[in-house]
Every structure is written in structure tokens, then in C-alpha cells.
């Protein structure tokens, strides 16, 4: 769902709630009869929530120096570039779980 409102939230389109109700409504009554929606057969309420894009933020500049690092650390440089990656794929492990810990070490090994 969070995807489908990111993409909604591109148009100025208002109540992103409310327009996602409004486009699952129309499909609604459109797949009751198999029907082909296309941008001549949708509702102009729904056509018109996403002709115009919504502004596009940036980040101000002050925050982005902050970003910025010095140094560039290369991870496939060392004894363990494999398993660097591998826990990167991993996302988050409890570290006093002894199951974690087993999966983790299977995994580099």
C-alpha cells in the first residue's frame, strides 16, 4: 500500500486516500463486465487527480555537505569482502540469539 500511495503522491492530486478509493471503485465497475479501462473510458475526476505532477522537494544544500564522506571505504578490500555482503544482504540479526548467530556463521563460512 505504501508504494501505491509514494506513487499517487507524485500528482496533486489532494486526498491520496480518497483518490486510491475513487481509481479501486472505477475498477471495480469496470471488472464486473471485463471492461478495458483506457484513458478515454476512466472518469475525468481521476484522469484530471493525476495530469498535473506535484513539486519535486530536494534536500537543502546545508544538509547534503553534512552527507558527504572524506573518506571512501572499500569493502571488497580485506579478509572478508563476502561475508561484508552477505550481511548486508542479511538486514538485522540479534546478536544474542544463538540461532541468528548459527545461520550467520553458515552463511560466511
Known amino acids: 500500500m505504501s508504494l501505491l500511495n509514494s506513487h499517487i503522491a507524485q500528482f496533486k492530486c489532494g486526498d491520496i486516500a480518497g483518490t486510491w478509493a475513487k481509481v479501486a471503485k472505477e475498477v471495480e465497475s469496470f471488472n464486473k463486465d ?9 472518469s475525468p475526476e481521476i484522469r484530471n487527480s493525476f495530469s498535473e505532477h506535484a513539486p519535486v522537494s530536494h534536500m537543502p544544500a546545508e544538509f547534503l555537505e553534512k552527507t558527504k ?8 578490500k580485506g579478509k572478508t569482502p563476502d561475508a561484508i555482503a552477505l550481511a ?4 538485522s540479526w540479534n546478536e544474542k540469539s544463538d540461532g541468528d548467530k548459527d545461520i550467520i556463521k553458515r552463511l560466511v563460512e
Open 34 to 42: 471485463a471492461g478495458t479501462i483506457t484513458l478515454e473510458t476512466i
Open 88 to 91: 548486508s544482504l542479511l538486514g
Open 69 to 76: 564522506t572524506k573518506e571512501i571505504i572499500d569493502l571488497s
